[in-house]
């Protein structure tokens, strides 16, 4: 099936310091790809929509300036954390959808990436 | 409201049993549903979709979606310890954003 990685799995970082995830389609091309956010115990919450070659579009509550979203290829979306506080430590996953696909098809999911702000 | 409701659960059956979980959607628009399961620190793996009205079978799974009542479930059969994880309910909107329930926290006691 196809195959989305995610990088990093898992980052620490100092309060007020930014972090970088990088989310790549490893075997087909994504116009499109999300980004969620999950707090322990929680559900997954779309946090943005990417969109290649164009501005990402964020759910309702999502600052725009704090998470910076950028899709520059067909293959790969970043998910920048500006200025990282502990209340940003959670599970970050991204998904995407094959470009040809219909309504009926699953999303792809990246392996997650567990940030830590301390 | 939420535009999909599970039970938070924790759900919990002995071993060889039916596990059923169930899910609620307010869009009436919908058309995809999806049932994925989640172990804890991982992300979520597809077990079931489903688009039509009725059942669909897969293995020991069984998804059921009635649009008249806006109602998805799953059956799993045979309820195996491996199967403890929360599952989670998914609906996709015409915009492919998937929206997901808060998750049913699903035991299997030996």
């Known amino acids: 099936g196809a195959v989305v990685s995610q990088h990093p799995s898992r980052v620490i970082c100092k309060s007020g310091t930014s972090v970088k995830i990088e989310c790549r389609s490893l075997?087909?091309?994504?116009?499109?790809m999300f980004w969620y956010r999950q707090f322990p115990k929680q559900s997954l919450m779309l946090m943005a929509t990417s969109n290649e070659g164009s501005k990402a579009t964020y759910e309702q509550g999502v600052e725009k300036d704090k998470f910076l979203i950028n899709h520059a290829s067909l293959t790969l979306s970043t998910l920048t954390v500006t200025s990282a506080h502990p209340e940003d430590s959670s599970f970050y996953i991204c998904?995407?959808?094959?470009?040809?696909?219909?309504?009926?098809?699953?999303?792809?999911f990246g392996q997650g990436t567990r940030l830590t702000v301390v | 409201q939420k535009e999909v409701e599970q039970n938070s659960g924790p759900l919990s059956v002995p071993e060889g049993a039916i596990a059923s979980l169930n899910c609620t959607y307010s869009?009436?628009?919908?058309?995809?549903f999806f049932w994925y399961r989640q172990y804890s620190g991982k992300s979520p793996e597809l077990i079931m979709s489903?688009?039509?009205?009725g059942d669909k079978e897969d293995g020991r799974f069984t998804a059921q979606l009635n649009k008249a009542s806006q109602y998805v479930s799953l059956l799993i059969r045979d309820s195996q310890p491996s199967d403890s994880a929360t599952y989670l309910c998914a609906v996709k909107r015409s915009s492919y954003k998937l929206i997901f329930g808060s998750g049913t926290r699903l035991l299997v006691r030996p």
């Open positions: 998904s995407a959808f094959p470009l040809s696909t219909g309504p009926n098809t699953e999303a792809f």
């Open positions: 869009d009436r628009g919908s058309q995809s």
């Open positions: 075997d087909f091309q994504a116009t499109t």
């Open positions: 489903i688009y039509s009205n």
